[in-house]
């Protein structure tokens, strides 16, 4: 065994948070692909006898031992509501993750290799995105077009590509002046070429982590716009607008919040420590 | 260094004048405003009359023009709800956020400063990782289930505090907490990686040579020296509190802007957002124009990038 495999070894076995966020996450993205699967009732099915059950945990006297999680104020079933709910968190995520990382990273690469004129032009637009509140503005669109999943995807993956096109940037600008990058040019590659083949294998470890990092904000900030009432809508059942939903009867049954709130939670958690356990694993150095 | 002044000048005109164009935009797209000034009953002809009393005929180029003149004089134009001119609303919103972002900032400072050094001092002990592991759960709580939290603890389980309203600084104490929580992680991370690298640095290990009280040493020339890029960073956390935290704020009814943003999105009272928008983005612009401006006088290696 040699001393870059014992290294790579041990860091594996120091990285326990990495495995356990992967199996987090796993259990995730397994639970929100089978919902119809798993899920014990229809997410919308309202049974209206059945209203505000608590689950077993909390009060056992007036638990239904069908609903494990209890029941919402128009007797849904809770737990079928959040296993469902992991399909928009997921999905908003992931797909906003994509538009503001195509974004970020055709307009860093950009800035990065041609500098000059195209970086000016970059900065301005990245200072220009930084200047604009994002809750707000996101807010304000999704009140004009309204709340669907494409809108919502769209107005943040609008909004969340700034930090891609930063570290893009100057990842591409290290690797612009490496030998491997003149030798293309030197034997003639067309600029698209070297930017694909020689550029962007080199600054796509980067991305990763900040596609982690941003997946998770637009996790939590769809939560919020929904929490706010301008994201999804009813009845779909998103994590934050069954935190809105439950935020009236917060004085009595206070369960009702916790369990979306907690899920938003566990999901971002696990998609953070992942990005983190990343960067840890391919860092050259490890953790300092 | 006026070379560099001036570019930067250059690119936070232009940055204003983009910010300025999409909250005009904004209002723009939110409907037809003829329609919308002519109130519901109007009939065609009526809501003509309005585009062309108002000037909504003209090219769009000139409209916005005016507008910008306009609303640099200070006249940001009138509520659809409110008597008031949007001007009058905001002014009167903004010390509630002033007060809220000064509060949050504290906070923030008061635990992520102490936590990263003590986090630096410990490295890889069980303290760096206790710290490190709050850290990592903070930025993972969403901010409005945080403040539901906070509310259903302090305000309905304790009772020690109100949890919804602007009458008096108590109202201020949960917000503040909600919103420094959320500034705390990144700043934490910042100040122990800033003391690990200073800790390891030679002028540490003179002084700790030439025999100087551990205390003096790690106040007066590590954190002094670590503790930079944290104020900075805490400069642009502070704008952003300032420009009105919309969930918090509205979780906790507090008359800040952020609150008035977002009622005046619910009921489509578009004015009002335009003229926060602008109000916001400017003073974000100018905010961090003389932040990078103090950057460059003090450090003039940033000068020359």
Known sequence: MSGAQAVRRARWRGNVGLIIAALVLGIIVLMAVAAPLIAPYDPYEQILDDRMLPPAFVDAERASPTHLLGTDNLGRDYLSRLIYGARISLLIGFFTMLVSGVIGTVLGVAAGFFGGRTDMV?????????????????????????????VVVLVLGLLLWDRFAVVMRSATMQVRGRDYVTAARAIGCSVPRILWSEVLPNVVSGLVVIASYEMAQAILLEAALSFLGLGVQPPLPSWGLMVSEAKEFMLFE???????????????????????????????EGRR | MLGFALRRLALALAVGLAVSAIAFLLLRVSGDL?????????????????????????????????????????????SLFY?????????????????????????????????????????????????????VLGQAMPSFWFALL????????????????????????????????????????????????????????????????????????????????????????????????????????????????WESISRRDFPVVQGILLVVALFYVVLTLVADLLNAWLDPRIRSS
Not at chain 2, 93 to 114: E, F
Not at chain 2, 217 to 241: D, E, I, T
């Open chain 2, 83 to 135: 008597p008031e001119s949007v001007a009058k609303l905001i002014l009167d919103r903004l010390p509630n956020t002033a007060t809220l972002a000064t509060l949050g900032l504290a906070v923030a400072l008061l635990l992520s400063i102490p936590l990263g050094v003590v986090a630096a001092l410990f490295r890889n002990t069980w303290i760096d990782r206790l710290a490190l592991a709050m850290a």
């Open chain 1, 122 to 150: 970059v900065s301005f637009l990245v200072t220009t995105r930084l200047s604009l509140p994002v809750v707000m503005v996101a807010l304000a669109v999704v009140a004009v077009l309204g709340g669907s999943l494409q």
């Open chain 2, 150 to 261: 906070l509310i259903f603890f302090f305000g309905i389980t304790l009772g020690w505090l109100p949890v919804s309203g602007t009458d008096g600084l108590a109202n201020f104490v949960l917000p503040a907490l909600a919103l420094g929580w959320f500034s705390t992680p990144v700043l934490m991370r910042l100040t122990r990686a800033g003391m690990v690298e200073v800790l390891a640095a030679d002028y540490i290990r003179t002084a700790h040579a030439k025999g100087l009280p551990v205390r003096t040493v790690l106040v007066k020339h590590a954190l002094r020296n670590a503790v930079a890029p944290v104020v900075a960073l805490a400069s642009v956390q502070f704008g952003n509190m300032l420009s009105g935290s919309v969930v918090i704020e509205t979780v906790f009814a507090l008359q800040g802007i952020g609150y008035l943003a």
């Open chain 1, 254 to 284: 206070p369960w009702m919040i916790m369990l979306p709130g907690a899920a938003i939670c566990v999901l971002v958690l696990a998609i953070n420590l992942l990005g983190d356990g990343i960067r840890d694993l391919t860092a050259p």
């Open chain 2, 34 to 78: 003829a329609a919308t000034l002519a109130g519901e009953e109007a009939t065609a002809a009526e809501i003509e009359r309005i585009r062309g009393l108002y000037g909504l005929d003209r090219p769009v180029i000139v409209q916005y023009g005016e507008w910008l003149l306009r609303s640099l004089r200070g006249d940001l134009g009138r």
